[in-house]
């Protein structure tokens, strides 16, 4: 299993740009996440999904959006990229077969916005 | 509203000294459970533990160990004998379910262990 993978791994771009992150879990989990950490700040919560087909808001979502059309896959999209989006960018998955499961994360991607 | 804090930001110690990382956190949730987990230098990151609000006994894993303690809503990790290899970044973390499962991190503590 290769678990929760991401790609890219890194990424510059300039403002305005747009770009898409993909996220792929093969633990045929139910719920995934996107994250940002920025120093000093822990991990926020971008977007999440319950489900194929379901998305919703976290803590942070203001100029991201997310998909998820088939349930291994979790895409996070800037439409227009700010220098304020340079941060390094975490996929979480977990299982709903109990409420209280470990998420387990990707490896992580890590964005440049010039 | 829930939240953990982990007031040190950074800490250095030598090696084979113990060292202990403090969290403290809120919720008005009576079910909860709570992490820990490592972030190393390059960048993933590692689940070390999860303990549920209705389980207050420590655990002991090699040489990590554990103290929960609801009565100061506090759950701190203690590192025996430190080692270079602990040099990362401890996230101590918050999981509450309101329909989804939601985890709440703290801003992390930056362990540096010299040799």
């Known amino acids: 299993n290769a678990g929760v993978t991401q790609t890219p791994k890194f990424r510059v771009l300039k403002t305005g740009q747009s770009m898409t992150l993909l996220c792929a879990q093969d633990m045929n989990h139910e719920y995934m996440y996107w994250y940002r950490q920025d120093p000093g700040m822990g991990l926020r919560l971008i977007h999440y999904?319950?489900?194929?087909?379901?998305?919703a808001k976290g803590e942070v979502p203001d100029g991201y959006n997310v998909s998820r059309l088939k349930k291994q896959n979790f895409l996070l999209g800037l439409e227009s990229a700010a220098p304020s989006q340079t941060s390094v960018y975490f996929c979480?998955?977990?299982?709903?077969?109990?409420?209280?499961?470990?998420?387990?994360f990707g490896p992580g991607t890590r964005l440049t916005v010039l | 509203a829930q939240k953990v804090t982990q007031a040190q930001t950074e800490i250095s110690v030598v090696e084979k000294e113990d060292v202990t990382l403090d969290c403290v956190y809120e919720?008005?949730?009576?079910?909860?459970?709570l992490f820990w987990y490592k972030q190393p230098p390059s960048g993933e990151l590692v689940f070390l533990i999860r303990r549920n609000s209705f389980d207050e006994q420590n655990e002991i894993s090699g040489r990590y160990s554990w103290n929960f303690q609801k009565s100061t809503s506090s759950f701190n990790f203690t590192i025996t004998a430190s080692q270079v290899v602990d040099s990362a970044v401890y996230f101590c973390a918050l999981t509450i379910f309101t329909g989804f499962q939601k985890l709440v991190f703290g801003t992390g503590t930056r362990l540096l262990v010299s040799p």
């Open positions: 919720t008005r949730d009576t079910t909860y459970y």
């Open positions: 999904s319950v489900g194929e087909g379901t998305t």
């Open positions: 979480a998955s977990t299982t709903t077969e109990s409420s209280y499961n470990e998420q387990f």
